[in-house]
């Protein structure tokens, strides 16, 4: 990976500073992996370099067009790439978070969760940073500070049987996450164990493309980002509103109920039954 992570920046005329800035990385993290002592970058990391260099995930891999094509499947109904949504379909929404807020600051759970809405798109636009939105909720509910990165981490928890979907599919299908998300949150919930740790051949970061669901922008940047046709991605996410905004695009889409994991992940598999 090191000789073809170097050879594609020295072909996009960048040097290891360069690439660092445009990317957001280390430069000690770029130059291990391009001499071969980090091996096994994480996901996220690959992701990054692939964006700033135009890549694909195989082509920083290193794997040829055809052993990549005889590894990836496409189900009856013609789906090649899979999205799938985080809150509320690979982990359980974190409502508990405003509840123990409002404990902590003596403020009331409903006024916590309308504060929080009012912000929520703004720093899931990357438009505020965290320490912003921090800020933000602590002075509205006069406490020295609120870390909302801390209640979040500890409210959710995976939900286990749409992750063993994400697996399974994994090793069919192209998959991505594609979500409405805090800058960070994608690499902190995958180093806990609370997101699968697979080689996505998507991340859409809403806070890093500059878009949310359900505006039409952030589906466009994930269909550019698939490689495929409106036709060949299917979209599982637990809000109607973001799915009929995809099915908008010409995508395929399930809606996930998380009251009932176990039934929405078998209709997810059984959508995505091999041709």
Known sequence: MGRHLQAARQKAGLTQQELCQKANISYSTLAKIER???????????QRLTEVLGLSLDGMMGNSHTAVAEKK???????????????????RFFHRAFTEIAHDTHAPADAIESAFWHYNDAICRGEITLNEFNSLLAEQFGVPSIDWQKY???????????????TWASQHYKIGLLSNIMPGFIDQMTASGLLPALLYDAVIDSSVVGAIKPERQVYEIAQNRAEVTPD?????????????????????????????PEESAERVKDALELV
């Open 73 to 91: 499947g496409q189900s009856k109904t013609g789906v090649k790439f899979v999205y799938f949504d985080i809150n509320g379909c690979l982990v």
């Open 36 to 46: 071969g002592a980090i091996k096994s970058p994480s996901v996220f990391t690959v």
């Open 232 to 260: 060949e991605i299917l979209l599982v996410d637990d809000s109607r509103t973001n799915l009929m905004a995809a099915e908008k695009m010409g995508w395929h889409v399930m809606w996930f109920d998380d009251f009932r």
């Open 152 to 166: 979040y981490m500890a409210a959710i928890d995976p939900i286990r049987e749409m992750q063993e979907v994400v």
